[in-house]
T-cell receptor, first 116, second 114 residues
Framework: AQSVTQPDIHITVSEGASLELRCNYS??????LFWYVQSPGQGLQLLLKYFSGDTLVQGIKGFEAEFKRSQSSFNLRKPSVHWSDAAEYFC??????????????WGLGTSLAVNP | DADVTQTPRNRITKTGKRIMLECSQT?????MYWYRQDPGLGLRLIYY???????NKGEISDGYSVSRQAQAKFSLSLESAIPNQTALYFC?????????????FGPGTRLTVL
């Protein structure tokens, strides 16, 4: 069965430091991969997505992610974190089952805290 | 105006009460979803609907029911609420039939069952 693992439950970084959030997936075919962010008290917002092509994808708010098929990973990165990046981050994979019955498989999330 | 709205935003109810959470969208999407979020458990899918006539159970549908009144409206009901249904509930929509499946989320409903 498809699955998504976010190994880090909680990460704390200093403002201005670089950030990498890890995501590993288990999926037989080429996956559709997503990163979403949930700011405190808000719904989830799409940061970026990968379907095909260039394995380095750019998203909103200065985030990027790299798809590595050999490592079954889709890690999220940001070169310099801002205090407003403190949030919960979710990785997800699009499940392709028979016909149109496609839905997302979600990781459990990584909570990011940013120290001033 | 928000594309995906949820009402109410907060609700406190008592065990055994029937409660309905409503979701409306102006994105024109066919697909709608209900999730619940609990600390440490991430997002879990309750029900999803790919069009008005197509409703499917998710991974945790027991104790819940849904109604897709129109393309734009998808309601979640708890027929007899229990305390372990206390959670943050999200509605989401998506458009692509062949699965880019970018989902657009409402702001959430915080439900407390006493």
């Amino acid at each position: 069965a498809q699955s998504v693992t976010q190994p880090d439950i909680h990460i704390t970084v200093s403002e201005g430091a670089s950030l990498e959030l890890r995501c590993n997936y288990s999926y037989g075919a080429t996956p559709y991969l997503f990163w979403y962010v949930q700011s405190p008290g808000q719904g989830l917002q799409l940061l970026l997505k990968y379907f095909s092509g260039d394995t380095l994808v750019q998203g909103i708010k200065g985030f990027e992610a790299e798809f590595k098929r050999s490592q079954s990973s889709f890690n999220l990165r940001k070169p310099s974190v801002h205090w407003s990046d403190a949030a919960e981050y979710f990785c997800a994979v699009g499940e392709a089952s028979a016909g149109n019955n496609r839905k997302l498989i979600w990781g459990l999330g990584t909570s990011l805290a940013v120290n001033p | 105006d928000a594309d995906v709205t949820q009402t109410p935003r907060n609700r406190i109810t008592k065990t055994g009460k029937r409660i309905m959470l409503e979701c409306s969208q102006t994105k024109g999407h066919d697909r709608m979803y209900w999730y619940r979020q609990d600390p440490g458990l991430g997002l879990r899918l309750i029900y999803y609907s790919f069009d008005v006539k197509d409703i499917n159970k998710g991974e945790i549908s027991d104790g819940y029911s849904v109604s897709r009144q129109a393309q734009a409206k998808f309601s979640l009901s708890l027929e007899s609420a229990i305390p372990n249904q206390t959670a943050l509930y999200f509605c989401a929509t998506s458009h692509d039939r062949w699965g880019t499946d970018t989902q657009y989320f409402g702001p959430g409903t915080r439900l407390t069952v006493l």
